[in-house]
């Protein structure tokens, strides 16, 4: 992190105002992040807008600040669509998405004329019944859809699933009834078409299907007015070296998306604006996880690290890769290399910060650093057994807390529990 190194020195003295367990938020590497992608597709092609996936990481600082960037708010819940008011987002530029919406978000959202890309045809009711009790209003409504974008024969999809839940199906018709629903009130407009897909591989050859089947139906449908096409989220973002892994730069995505948006829309008069939601690629390097090593302990043939963290600070959904990570020794004292589990606090066996970690035995009142935290931790991790951990941001050589460690009172909030 720029002007700051993280030694023993300086995280003793960090324990000793927040806690022996904290996270750190990098500003500079959200700014370079969001530069960074920006850079690949403005370069590329001339109408291109961020929406900065909420739900990823909705830490207030983190989306203000991006915000300033210039980043939209992409959101999927009343909850989020809320927050981003009260960080002072202008609601025209929050992209509400999710499969879950009350006539009251659909109307709320229509009434501030932010961009809403529909999930399922009971929205669409919603959305008819607003634009029948307001016809004065030119209502803009986008459209999430759903089609198979599996290559050779094999599903690009999250933990293999065949299908996706999501969006109104291209393939059975329905498209064609909603555009046909959507056509019957005068004062609708079809603004957008969206489609996001959770891939395994966040492989570019998903984005070209993505954003070519977009452009193939905006062109079938002869949809000429669109404001958008939103590809979604779901791409890499830059990985530490260690975990060497090569994949997809931002670049390499900007190509061939932008290749295909310029190549369709070349003879419209008014290409429409591509936007493209960013979650993990934005946020995962921004944040640091520090935890200090409580007690080393060896059972039968297998050590154990215990540290004042949990998996759940770090990857709540408890995949088994082990993260980058640094130990940060109190003593330079040469200790035998060998292997060991980092554990954490809760009563759960599974809770494992790492797996069959060879190194040199961190010793009691070490600190290991878990790095590339920052995207779908916070936002998970319960409070379960413990109060929440304190983040502190790191900008410019200065640090200051932007979440505050939880105490019992804000656990067991009065004004939510009854005693
Ligand atoms: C609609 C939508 N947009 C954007 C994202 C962000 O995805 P990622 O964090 O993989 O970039 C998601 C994640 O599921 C999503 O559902």
Redesign the pocket.
């Known amino acids: 992190m720029k002007n700051f190194m993280f030694d023993y020195k300086i995280i003793s003295e960090l324990e000793m105002m927040w806690g022996s367990s904290f996270y750190i938020l990098n500003v500079n590497k959200l700014r370079e992040n969001y530069k960074k992608i920006a850079d690949a597709f403005n370069s590329r092609y001339e109408n291109f807008i961020i929406?900065y996936?909420y739900?990823?990481n909705y830490l207030p600082y983190l989306c203000k600040e991006l915000s300033k960037l210039g980043a939209y708010a992409?959101v999927?819940s009343r909850l989020e669509y809320d927050l981003a008011i009260k960080l002072g987002e202008d609601p025209k530029r929050i992209i509400f998405?999710?499969p879950l919406k009350s006539k009251d978000d659909i109307n709320l959202a229509l009434k501030n004329e932010s961009i809403i890309n529909i999930d399922s045809f009971y929205e669409l009711e919603f959305v008819k019944e607003y634009a029948l009790n307001n016809p004065n209003q030119q209502i803009k409504v986008g459209l999430?859809l759903n089609f198979d974008i599996s290559h050779n024969g094999t599903s690009a999809l999250q933990e293999g699933y065949e299908v996706s839940r999501?969006g109104i199906c291209v393939e059975n018709g329905n498209l064609q009834d909603a555009l046909n629903k959507l056509a019957a009130l005068e004062n609708i407009q079809l603004a957008g078409l969206?489609g996001?897909f959770?891939t395994r591989n966040?492989e570019v050859e998903s984005y070209r299907r993505i954003t070519q089947t977009l452009c193939d139906i905006a062109k079938e449908n002869r949809l000429d007015n669109l404001d958008y096409i939103d590809i979604?989220?779901?791409?890499y973002g830059e990985l530490p070296l260690s975990f060497q892994k090569s994949v997809p730069t931002f670049d390499d995505y900007a190509e061939v998306i932008c290749q295909i948006m310029n190549h369709e829309f070349s003879n419209f008069e008014k290409k429409p604006t591509l936007i493209v939601?960013?979650?993990?690629?934005?946020v995962a390097n921004t944040f640091i996880f520090i935890a200090k090593v409580i007690e080393t302990k060896t059972i039968r043939n297998q050590t154990f690290v215990l540290v004042d963290g949990s998996v759940h600070n770090i990857k709540p959904t408890m995949h088994k890769h082990n993260l980058p990570m640094k130990i940060i020794r109190k003593s330079e004292t040469a200790h035998a290399i060998q292997v060991f589990h980092i554990v954490g606090y809760t009563c759960m066996e599974k809770d494992y910060l790492a797996h069959e970690i060879q190194a040199e035995l961190p010793q009691k009142n070490d600190y290991i650093i878990f790095e590339n935290v920052g995207?779908?931790t916070i936002v998970f991790n319960p409070p379960f057994i413990k109060e929440r951990p304190c983040i502190v941001a790191a900008e410019e050589g200065e640090l200051f807390i932007v979440r505050k460690k939880e105490s019992i009172e804000q656990f067991f909030d009065e004004k939510v529990y009854c005693f």
Do not use: Q
């Open positions: 929406g996936s739900k990823t992409e999927v998405n999710g999430r999501f969206h996001h959770s966040r979604g989220g779901g791409i939601e960013p979650g993990m690629a934005m995207a779908y």
